[in-house]
T-cell receptor
Framework: EPEVTQTPSHQVTQMGQEVILRCVPI?????FYWYRQILGQKVEFLVS????????KSEIFDDQFSVERPDGSNFTLKIRSTKLEDSAMYFC??????????FGSGTRLTVV | RKEVEQDPGPFNVPEGATVAFNCTYS??????FFWYRQDCRKEPKLLMS???SGNEDGRFTAQLNRASQYISLLIRDSKLSDSATYLC???????????????FGKGTHLIIQP
């Protein structure tokens, strides 16, 4: 079964540093997403990406965040100047249509 | 009012029992509805989509009531492996097509006891 792959599985960074979370979506999917889940909280939508541009973003996705599809396979989330409250599990997802989102196994980001 | 609201549980039920989860959503313009399952510290996994006519997949039955903005999931003959958190998920349908973000409930924690 096709998978969404995320690296690294766990990232520890110092407050104020920049991090890049990487994702390889399912190859024939057209829509890509980032979500986050703070420990004990619900999964929250950050951003969706289609046709090489952002389609929709939430209030959480401020200027500190950016996404990029640098080549035909990778989809990245950059967080500039990380804060303690950015500590969370970050999930990448992809979809071929409006149903059937597939999530990656996540990157646990710990900001110290 | 929360966008997607669920009873957090936990629901402790014996193996073989039938268990029902309920969910309400606030955005009447919501287009698509799903149940996801999430194991501890793992990613959400799609359990089933929910259709207006109701749908069944093996031991799982989902129902949608658009007028009441209410979604349900029924699990029959529960197994130990059904222990997980069940997430009610709604697609907002603001931007059309597949680019819309999903709105998650906080989930209902289910524990199946032997």
């Amino acid at each position: 079964e096709p998978e969404v792959t995320q690296t690294p599985s766990h990232q520890v960074t110092q407050m104020g540093q920049e991090v890049i979370l990487r994702c390889v979506p399912i190859s024939n999917h057209l829509y890509f997403y980032w979500y986050r889940q703070i420990l004990g909280q619900k999964v929250e939508f950050l951003v969706s990406f289609y046709n090489n541009e952002i389609s929709e973003k939430s209030e959480i996705f401020d200027d500190q965040f950016s996404v990029e599809r640098p080549d035909g396979s990778n989809f990245t989330l950059k967080i500039r100047s990380t804060k303690l409250e950015d500590s969370a599990m970050y999930f990448c997802a992809s979809s071929g249509d409006s149903r059937g989102y597939t999530f990656g196994s996540g990157t646990r980001l710990t900001v110290v | 009012r929360k966008e997607v609201e669920q009873d957090p549980g936990p629901f402790n039920v014996p193996e073989g029992a039938t268990v029902a989860f309920n969910c309400t959503y606030s955005n009447s313009a919501s287009q698509s509805f799903f149940w996801y399952r999430q194991d501890c510290r793992k990613e959400p996994k799609l359990l089933m989509s929910v259709y207006s006519s109701g749908n069944e997949d093996g031991r799982f039955t989902a129902q949608l009531n658009r007028a009441s903005q209410y979604i349900s999931l029924l699990i029959r003959d529960s197994k130990l492996s059904d222990s997980a958190t069940y997430l009610c998920v709604v697609r907002r349908g603001n931007s059309g097509g597949g680019a819309d973000g999903l709105t998650f409930g906080k989930g209902t924690h289910l524990i199946i006891q032997p």
